[in-house]
């Protein structure tokens, strides 16, 4: 058997496969779909975040509005595949059609979708009667509001439940730590009566007692039994010492956690509350004033009173 290297794998092969629907108008299935081209309002909290990480090129919004003008033969069905996308039809200032993404992009239909002018008008008919760029952002700003709203509330109570989750874990390590200390405390209270004991009976009493007394062999003893206290000592706390450095490692990563979910919880609501303020912004029509149109009779009187200066009579 020998191995072949496919140059074309399954994924260069979808994207072909794509280009290929989009270049001869054809409808895509929906297996070539990409999910993060839909309508923002039907997003949840985590298809938010991840639209926003991974934008769209300008190639691809192109490929996109080109989509949706193949698979429509109305103003209607074109407007409402622009909404499956996250897109308005709107009046542009410059141009007669363009499209308003949901993030307040304006794209011209005449340039992504390739098609003239003339051809636009026949099937989308007369552009005035659509919504004006200004307001289409404003028409999606009181759409995305509340949505972002919501998912800010989403992710309060989302915050708030990791808290009573680490605050339930921190409850239990502190539970387990110290039931840990005071059972090492009772066992090494144990063992330490225990050695005493032992030490104990190897004093002689009685006569034995007064000539180990006499002889020195009880000082020697002592001197044993005072050794192995000091060994004991030393051994017991570095007992201790280990249990505090296991628990204190254990509350430090749990610190760590702690840390970096409200890290990011807290850029999560940050982000919310960045959105809200431009969909708000882009909810705002601006104020035009209108300019007064100004007249020939106008112009020569303004030349009349201007001052040229002193006369100068040679």
């Known amino acids: 058997m020998k191995a072949v290297n496919l ?20 409808p895509m299935p929906e297996g070539l779909r990409d999910p993060r081209k839909r309508d923002p309002l039907k997003f949840t ?8 990480r991974t934008g769209l090129d300008p190639k691809q ?31 542009g200032d410059r141009r007669n059609f363009v499209a308003v993404s949901w993030k307040g992009e304006t794209h011209s239909l005449s340039r992504a979708c390739g098609v003239k002018v ?7 008919g007369d552009p005035h009667q659509l919504r004006s760029v200004d307001e289409t952002k404003a028409f999606i700003g009181t759409l995305l509001t509340p949505k972002l709203k919501a998912w800010a509330d989403e992710a309060h109570a989302k915050a708030k439940l990791a808290s009573l989750t680490l605050q339930f874990q921190r409850e239990q390590i502190v539970e387990r730590h110290r039931k840990a200390r005071a059972q090492m ?3 090494q ?14 004093i002689p009493r009685g006569l034995r007692g007064l000539w180990g007394w006499i002889s020195g062999k009880n000082r ?21 010492q280990a249990l505090i450095q296991r628990q204190l490692a254990e509350r430090r990563a749990l610190q760590r956690t702690v840390v ?30 209108e300019r007064k149109p100004r007249t020939r009779h106008r112009d020569r009187q303004r030349g009349r009173d201007r001052d040229d200066g002193p006369e100068f009579n040679p």
């Open 118 to 124: 003339k051809e636009l008008r026949s099937r989308l």
């Open 220 to 240: 020697k003893i002592r001197q044993i039994n005072e050794a192995e206290i000091g060994r004991e000592q030393v051994r017991d706390r570095a007992e201790r």
């Open 260 to 289: 970096a979910v409200r890290s990011s919880q807290r850029a999560t609501l940050e982000t919310l509350f960045r959105d809200i303020a431009h969909a708000m912004s882009i909810g705002r029509v601006p104020e035009t004033k």
């Open 7 to 26: 140059s074309f794998y399954k994924r260069k092969l979808t994207a072909i496969s794509k280009q290929l629907f989009l270049e001869q108008g054809w």
């Open 189 to 202: 209270e144990t063992r330490r009566i225990a050695e005493e004991q032992k030490r104990a009976a190897r």
């Open 45 to 52: 909290l985590e298809d938010w975040q991840k639209a926003k």
């Open 61 to 91: 919004t192109k490929a996109l509005l080109r989509e949706c003008w193949n698979i429509s033969d109305s103003r209607e069905s074109f407007e409402a595949a622009l909404r499956e996308k996250g897109f308005w039809l709107a009046h």
């Open 185 to 187: 405390k009772d066992a």
